[in-house]
């Protein structure tokens, strides 16, 4: 089923065009990978989905974005449902300077949803086994979550998002910080998380967008060249510069 | 030619030199005034009024007076230098109105403080009918610290990394919701340290109160904001230079306890701003 339907985006900075007239279908519970070389528009477009980039002055969009039949970019949209429906991972782990509970117990608090200090717990241990950190910080739960490694750190950071009750997740280069092993956790987690969640993930790591990805994007300065099935993508690329650049031509 | 190690070594020579003679005026008035002062300070100094045309007793009506001009001027100025350090680092777009707002804070900082005096007494005494009052001076005071206050409040609000606010707009939560839960309780320490100069320089500064809200000679405490009160820097003058045959100890005394007073305050700010920077992870 579709989730997310793109058309004919695009997106402007002052007079700078950094989308050109980007359409793509993300299919419900899987993982598509945008990939692309540095600049290409990759992170400006996953910021369009949870409209991240309104807090960049001057900068316009034309065409529509629909999430689940609603189109994003029409102006009386509701950013705080539509954050709390798309969230997002950074290419940072950026925990708040708080404590692992209160990084978790954050969303939930700003939400005004009713809860008790029972549903808090719970609520705070679902989201910690859904990463798989709950065994390792069960016992450091009031521990300042900026003492945890860096992997602890960006798992935190997904836990966070599935507290508020995401269901599309936005991950912008979520493993450049970390080193290969933790990479490779990651990326078992994210194929754990697909059974609940549409994951989104914009990488420069072609190897990456291969092992999890189920649906491959690739972009060049603002175009979405060619998007398919990833085994499509990686085998039997359509168009000359897709090939190019996985082949390691350039980018 | 001259010698490139030996330049070198000249040159070092007078920058250390004259660093070195910052610290000859700090340490001279305080060695002073402590070699001086000390010998009056006692209990009965501290806690009694002023006697015999204040050429005995104590100074206690000043330090009370000071306390609460000092109170009164942060609880004037720091709920609207906070809203206002808020609304310049959070909300303000770079526009005309803005950067006139701008200009106008570091131009309230450099107003000399006797015209804050003349402004206090025309506004507050005269139009607002406070008359000579604790009220009217703690608005002058207030006013005053107010850039100090925004200044610094703004500088810690800054400090406080963008990827936090992005974060927390990104899981849904409202600007103001930002600002509430996760910029500002981080920007305390940092907003805590402009109170405590605006303090200082409240505490020290004469010209403001002269006119507003001093009083030569007040032997009772001030029972409601709407009395006079004395002041300890103003008592200082008023001792000093307008009553003959003080006793010199007592002219010292007085102004060791203000020096003390300030350099306490100042103590706590750094103390504070350094606990802050270990801290600091990010």
């Known amino acids: 089923m579709d989730k997310i339907q793109v058309k004919n985006l695009n997106l402007w900075y002052g007079n700078f065009q950094a989308l050109k007239n980007v359409s793509a279908t993300f299919a419900e519970k899987k993982i598509t990978a945008i990939i692309g070389p540095s600049g290409c528009g990759k992170s400006t477009f996953l910021r369009v989905l949870n409209r991240m980039n309104d807090l960049i002055e001057g900068v316009k969009t034309s065409g529509q974005v629909f999430i689940d039949g609603e189109n994003i970019l029409s102006q009386d949209v509701d950013l705080i449902a539509l954050r709390k429906k798309v969230g997002m991972v950074f290419q940072r782990p950026n925990p708040f300077p708080l404590s692992v509970y209160e990084n978790i117990a954050f969303g939930i608090k700003i939400h005004g949803l009713k809860y008790t200090k029972d549903t808090l717990d719970a609520i705070v241990e679902n989201s910690l086994r859904e990463v798989l950190l709950w065994d390792d910080l069960k016992d450091k739960l009031h521990r300042s979550a900026l003492s945890l490694s860096l992997e602890q750190k960006q798992r935190l950071c997904i836990a966070r998002l599935l507290a508020v009750k995401s269901d599309v997740v936005l991950m912008d280069e979520p493993c450049s910080a970390l080193d290969p092993q933790a990479t490779q956790r990651i990326e078992e987690l994210m194929r754990e998380l697909k059974k609940h969640y549409t994951i989104i993930i914009v990488t420069h790591n072609m190897q990456q967008a291969a092992r999890v990805s189920d649906d491959t994007g690739f972009m060049l300065l603002g175009e979405m060249i060619e998007f398919a099935d990833t085994h499509s993508i990686f085998t039997a690329p359509k168009d000359r510069r897709t090939e190019e650049y996985i082949t390691g031509r350039y980018g | ?282």
């Open chain 2, 1 to 282: 030619m001259m010698n490139v190690r030996l330049k070198e070594k000249i040159a070092f020579f007078f920058l250390f030199l004259c660093t070195l003679f910052i610290i000859v005026p700090v340490g001279m008035i305080v060695v002073l005034i402590i070699k001086k002062g000390l010998p009056a300070l006692t209990w009965q100094f501290l806690t009694d009024v002023p006697r015999q045309g204040m050429r005995a007793g104590g100074i206690f009506p000043a330090i009370v007076g000071t306390v609460y001009l000092v109170t009164g001027a942060v609880v004037c100025a720091l709920p609207i230098g906070l809203a206002a350090a808020i609304y310049l680092s959070e909300y303000a777009k770079d526009t005309l109105l803005n950067r006139i707002i701008k200009l106008a804070i570091v131009n309230l900082a450099g107003v000399p403080s006797v015209v804050y005096g003349l402004f206090g007494l025309a506004l507050f005494v005269v139009w607002c009918r406070f008359g000579a009052s604790i009220l009217s001076g703690s608005l002058t005071l207030g006013i005053m610290i107010l850039p100090i206050i925004i200044t610094a409040s703004r500088e810690a609000l800054e400090a406080v990394p963008h990827s936090f606010r992005e974060v927390s707009l990104s899981l849904g939560a409202s600007k103001w919701q930002t600002i509430r839960h996760i910029v500002l309780p981080n920007a305390i320490p940092g907003i805590i340290t402009g109170v405590i100069l605006g303090i200082g320089r409240a505490a020290g500064e004469t010209a403001p109160i002269l006119f507003t809200v001093a009083a030569f000679y007040l032997p009772k405490l001030p029972q409601s904001i709407f009395d006079q009160a004395m002041a300890l820097p103003y008592h200082l003058y008023v001792i000093s230079t307008q009553v003959p045959n003080v006793d010199e100890k007592i002219r010292y005394g007085t102004a060791l306890v203000l020096l003390s007073l300030v350099l306490c305050v100042n103590l706590i700010a750094i103390v504070i701003r350094y606990r802050f920077r270990k801290q600091k992870k990010w």
